[in-house]
């Protein structure tokens, strides 16, 4: 599987991005999807996660309410839409897949996932 992500920029702080993911093979649709992110100087953060069934999502708590994941199966892809956006969003985002049916809380962890794209930069301004 190959994912390739897009839909960063630049954007003032209360802003909104969407981020695409696009991923490649006949089988997305049996794949969880998370979405991660990455300061300079910081690990690598979950942000969301999308269980295998498609009905099941999962935030950080510091995105709740502001983020949402969702997908589209027939086109392979998945999206992270970003509403009111704050500088400490400021981070280049990563998509990952997992091909493991597991707990959907278990998707916050990096080493559950099989897949990674090669990110996307985010920065919000204030």
């Known amino acids: 599987v190959q994912l390739v992500e897009s839909g960063g920029g630049l954007v003032q702080a209360g802003g909104s991005l969407r981020l695409s993911c696009a991923a490649s093979g006949r089988t997305f649709s049996t794949y969880a999807m998370g979405w991660f992110r990455q300061s300079p100087g910081k690990d690598r953060e979950f942000v969301a996660a999308?269980?295998?069934?498609?009905?099941?999502?999962f935030y950080a708590d510091s995105v709740k309410g502001r983020f949402t994941i969702s997908r589209d199966n027939a086109k392979n892809t998945v999206y992270l839409q970003m509403n009111s956006l704050k500088p400490e969003d400021t981070a280049v985002y990563y998509c990952?897949?997992?091909?493991?049916?597991?707990?959907?809380?278990?998707?916050?962890?990096?080493?559950?996932?099989?897949?990674w794209g090669q990110g996307t930069q985010v920065t919000v301004s204030s």
């Open positions: 999308l269980g295998w069934t498609g009905g099941s999502t």
């Open positions: 990952a897949a997992s091909h493991t049916p597991r707990p959907l809380r278990d998707y916050a962890r990096a080493g559950n996932y099989d897949y």
